[in-house]
C-alpha cells in the first residue's frame, strides 16, 4: 500500500495556510429569478381569490342574502391555476443547476 502525505511541508507547520474557498451557493442567479417569477404567481393567485363571502352583499353582512360571486371563474378556476402555476414554478427554481 502506498503511504499517504501531507500536502503541506514541514517549514509550513505553525503557520495559517490560506485555502482557496469555492462558492458555497447551491442557487444562482437564474434560481433566485425564477423563485421570484413563482412567488410573484402565487401571490397573485391569492391576491385573485379575495372577495366578499357568501353572505355579503353591497359590503354588508346579510344571513339572509346568498352572493353568488363566490363561485366567478376569476375565484374558481384562474387564482388556483396561478397558484398552483406558482408552485410549479418554485420547484423548477429548486431543481434548476446553475
Not at 5 to 33: H, M
Request: glycine share 10%; aromatic share 14%; hydrophobic share 45%.
Amino acid at each position: 500500500m502506498g503511504k499517504k502525505t501531507n500536502k503541506f511541508s514541514a517549514t509550513e507547520f505553525g503557520r495559517e495556510v490560506e485555502v482557496p474557498q469555492e462558492n458555497s451557493f447551491y442557487f444562482g442567479q437564474q434560481n433566485f429569478k425564477w423563485m421570484l417569477i413563482g412567488l410573484a404567481f402565487i401571490v397573485g393567485g391569492f391576491l385573485l381569490m379575495m372577495g366578499p363571502d357568501a353572505n355579503t352583499v353591497d359590503g354588508k353582512l346579510d344571513p339572509n342574502s346568498w352572493n353568488d360571486g363566490i363561485f366567478s371563474i376569476r375565484r374558481i378556476r384562474i387564482a388556483p391555476l396561478f397558484v398552483v402555476i406558482g408552485f410549479a414554478i418554485e420547484v423548477y427554481a429548486i431543481l434548476k443547476r446553475k
